[in-house]
């Protein structure tokens, strides 16, 4: 985006980050997941949940695409998507996105929403300190300086209280094992009674990896992303692995004996092969869970105390 656009919006740089204040309404500017593309948006955090009926309204009202996203509640931050620019001249462009951004916070008044006038923390205006907005991950709030120092070092110290525990990573792994074999249950008996694939039911695997290694304690660090991709991808193996042993067995031969014929040899490979691009899918799903790792939760807090 050029520096023309930032203006209009009155984004101003802060760490890594631009944020806004227009007649009192914060807002920051992120990126917006579209499936394969990547597009600019200005979040607003709210201090309560917004339902879905008051999205669309707002939708509607600015003509432009709102979507939720979450703060500290369930829906309780709405990001408006900025246009592409496309063949629209510079001026006309920019004069839209200043237009986008004036009729949204309009329509945050009309519907009612409300920010933030208080620390996101202690939940108090009033304090021997004045609030200061910072950015926490994407979101630009009210804080005290205070708040958000002893709320870095209580993270930091968790985390590493955490890491201190590394001798816990046999625990972690075994109960993670579990956790993933607990996930697959749903989809074996779905495949029983329907004899049909549902990538979904694919994401309970790492998801159920995931909460078996959290229960087992060790350090959520980086390589806990690669512990529950190597099970999941275990877990789904020796599931093909195990039905086709008890087709062998029906049929009177052996698991290998059955794959020296080239036409389940086919089958069995396609299977294999299916299952595990729908554990890729499961794993794309769940991925924002299973890739909270202590480091990215450091990443979040860095800027509070900016
Ligand atoms: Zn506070």
Redesign the pocket.
């Known amino acids: 985006m050029k520096e023309e656009i930032y203006n209009q919006l009155h984004l101003t740089k802060k760490g890594n980050t631009y944020v806004g204040n227009l007649n009192g309404v914060t807002y920051s500017l992120v990126d917006v997941d579209m499936g394969t593309i990547s597009m600019k948006g200005l979040m607003f955090v709210f201090n309560h949940s917004i339902q879905n009926e008051t999205r669309r309204l707002i939708q509607k009202k600015i003509r432009n695409s709102v979507r939720f996203s979450t703060f500290k509640m369930k829906n309780d931050s709405l990001i408006i998507v900025l246009p592409f620019k496309l063949f629209k001249k510079e001026e006309e462009f920019n004069e839209k996105n200043n237009l986008l951004l004036c009729d949204s916070i309009n329509a945050f008044q009309f519907y009612e929403l409300h920010q933030y006038q208080e620390?996101v923390?202690?939940h108090?205006v009033r304090?021997e300190e004045k609030l200061d907005y910072r950015v926490w991950d994407v979101s630009y709030v009210p804080?005290?300086p205070k708040?958000a120092a002893d709320h870095v070092k209580d993270v930091k110290q968790s985390v590493e209280k955490e890491n201190s525990k590394s001798n816990r990573l046999i625990l972690s792994i075994i109960l993670s094992l579990v956790g993933a074999f607990v996930g697959l249950i749903p989809l074996v008996m779905i495949l029983y009674i329907s004899d049909a694939f549902y990538a979904i039911l694919y994401a309970l695997i790492p998801l159920g990896g995931f909460y078996g290694y959290k229960l087992g304690k060790a350090p959520r660090k980086t390589y806990m992303i690669y512990i529950i991709i190597i099970i999941s991808v275990l877990i789904v193996v020796a599931f093909e692995l195990f039905t086709w042993n008890i087709l062998a067995l029906s049929l009177d031969y052996t698991l290998s004996g059955l794959l020296e014929d080239s036409t389940y040899q086919y089958v069995f490979l396609n299977e294999l092969l299916i299952s595990l691009l729908f554990l890729g899918i499961g794993i794309f799903i769940s991925w924002k869970l299973i890739s909270n790792t202590s480091d990215k939760q450091i990443n979040k807090i860095e800027t509070l105390n900016k």
């Open positions: 620390c923390i202690c108090k304090h804080v005290h708040c």
